[in-house]
């Protein structure tokens, strides 16, 4: 309690002395240095962070969800793409071997080689050629489509040789996709069978609007390497036995 | 908060093909080719519709008769005997089949071949070689409309 003047209230029945006054000033200076001790604290200290909108967070995490699922969805895309191409591919592989080997009939091999050229390839320009039993450097042109004069080489019912693709084709059984210098063959496929190179079938010129030969387009070429000689001989053998079984049964029937 | 912002479109695929093949109901198609190795990609490729071969435009006609109930018709250019121009033009004459859609599907890809073809009535025209997407979507949105 304090008097009217301001000083503290002396406690009542004792006296006071000089060492008192002093004890009380030195207190006074403490409790006014502590006071601004106490706001600087105050001012060097941060206030406390505001408490954070819950909604605002909540539409942060979604738009960081939706940009994963966005990201998610167009790498599907471009897998679904790659997943229907292939599928494609691979029903052009399926319907062509299914074909090939569908029949026994050597007329309707050569003919779906050709549908294969034409129809799953683009080829405008196409031709089969297969080894000449007898002559081995000579070789029927057993099938051609779209020729002209300027496929001269191809023209006649035999090849002997002078197109650099297609000759390199036939010497090494290698397939050929990119034509060499001189040649306007686009693509020379060997026939093989048990590693014996009985033919090539070359590709001289796709459809206007086929561009170029694509990567499903050369797997189709690898599976023709594979099995259009299998099904071309097969055919020839089976229908060569056939003529000699008729020939016998016609024996059989002048004995008898 | 602006909810436009949030609102979600798939973005569209650039080839449809399984999804049309699913969702197109089953329809009786007519397959007018020469070519063995076609009819037998359009039967893999359309094996949950009824397929009804021809082989030439004469016998596209016959197949027609016997088949008025036919949905779509896909047909080749050249053809022995009756070439796919003919036939279409016949189909076009008949009261009976007039609306029958009709999608050429050829090698022949010039672009007179394409309008002369469209102006005959064909409602598409798809160039071989051709990719299974490509002319399932086109087949699709044939018939649907």
Redesign the interface.
Known sequence: MRDGSGAPERPAGRESTPELTRVVDELEGTLAEAGRLLKALQAAVPPPPPKEDPAAEQVARLQRDLDTAELDLSEFSTRLIETENQRSRLMNLYVATYQLHATLDLEEVTSTIAEISRELLGAQKYVLLLRNESEDQVCEVSLAGGLDERDHLFLGRTYTGGEPTVDGTLADGVLRVDPEAGSNVLAAVPLTVQGAIVGALAILKLFDHKPALTAGDRDLLDLLAAHAASALLAARIYSATDRKLKTLENLVKLVR | ?DTMR?E?S??Q???L??EDEKTMEPKKILVVDD????H??FE??LRSNTLVHAEDGQEGLQRLVENADVDLILLDINMPRMNGLEFLDAVKRNNAFVQIPVVIVS?E??EEDTERALQAGAAAYI???F???SILSVISKVLAS
């Open positions: 908060m949030y979600y798939r973005p695929k650039q080839k093909g399984r070519s063995k190795l076609i037998k990609m893999v490729m090698t890809g010039k160039k071989k070689p990719e299974s997407e």
